[in-house]
């Protein structure tokens, strides 16, 4: 390995240490051809266990439902990898996992990504203590060639997989993301303020074309012009432009735009002092009836429901 790669072994021992996209592809490739295994990313995620990957695994593996294990997997992924990123998207009664890169550059090799889906069902089924049915596998390289291959993503997955999309994803039912996990909730909250000072003392990662669209939505959403139009002049680039930085991304402007509504509607319906008709023109909508659709596509309740404290979670 260490000839084909150019890596030293005895850098695997420091968790601390990193190593560039160029490496970890090659290792990748090079675990494929050793192996002669053509679906070894997903049979590499077979085999994690707890504490592969240090304070981050234990953080994701002590929240109190699978929903808040991935949201702390996409805010702490960065105490080990510097560029990937994991977000979260609502889709009614689904909830969709994103995966992918904070930079531009090559594709991601097929055997990481297939690694990183399947890391998530495998990690999920041990939280849940029975097999995690996802709705639906997305990614965006091509299938494998090998029939053996393609049968390995059905089992594992439990469902065919959808090559050639715009972005690598799972999606799992939304109740079954807000089920509760049985964690020590005192060890989960030491873990999690551990997760924090680490992440803390990190750099500050490169501002993606994702984060600055949303930096300069916040203030798009208080003058009521939510345009990519107007988006786009602000970070001085057409609208093509940006476009295709966000799809290299993994995003979409419309994604984003919906993203950052419902989390500030969540924190503004918070406050009894701002009315629900007041939540809707702060986020940009020109009358309240608009908003109200699209927090019911959100939550599944109406903003009123959820400002009377309704039984289901807010996320």
Partial sequence: MREATGFD?????????????????????????????????LHAAEMLRPGAFDVLDYAVRTAPTLRASVERLARYNRLVHDVAVFSIRDRGDVMRIEHGFRVTGPSQCRHSAEFT???????????????????????????????????????VFGVAP????????????????????????????????????????????????????????????????????????????????????????GESFDAIVDALRRDLALRYLADPKIAVAEVAYLLGYSEPSPFHRAFKRWTGRTPAEARRGASVPLT
């Fill in 162 to 249: 959808r090559f050639s999309m715009p972005a690598n994803a799972l999606e799992i039912d939304r109740a079954l993301s807000l089920r509760p996990l049985v964690v020590d909730a005192a060890l989960s909250r030491l873990i999690e303020r551990h997760a924090e000072s680490l992440l803390a003392a990190l750099p500050p990662p490169s501002a993606s074309t994702a984060d600055r669209v949303r930096r300069a939505l916040t203030a798009a959403l208080d003058e009521g012009n939510v345009t990519l139009k107007r988006v786009a002049a602000q970070l001085r680039m057409s609208e093509r432009s940006l476009q295709r930085r966000l799809a290299d991304e």
């Fill in 9 to 41: 072994p005895a850098r695997g021992l420091d968790p601390d240490a990193r190593i560039s996209l160029a490496e970890e592809t090659s290792i990748w490739e090079e675990a494929v051809r050793q192996t002669g295994d053509d679906a070894f990313g």
């Fill in 117 to 155: 889906i399947a890391s998530l069902v495998v990690i999920g089924t041990q939280l849940l203590g029975e097999p995690l049915r996802p709705r639906a596998v997305e990614f965006r390289h091509s299938p494998p060639a090998s029939p053996e291959a393609e049968a390995e993503h059905r089992r």
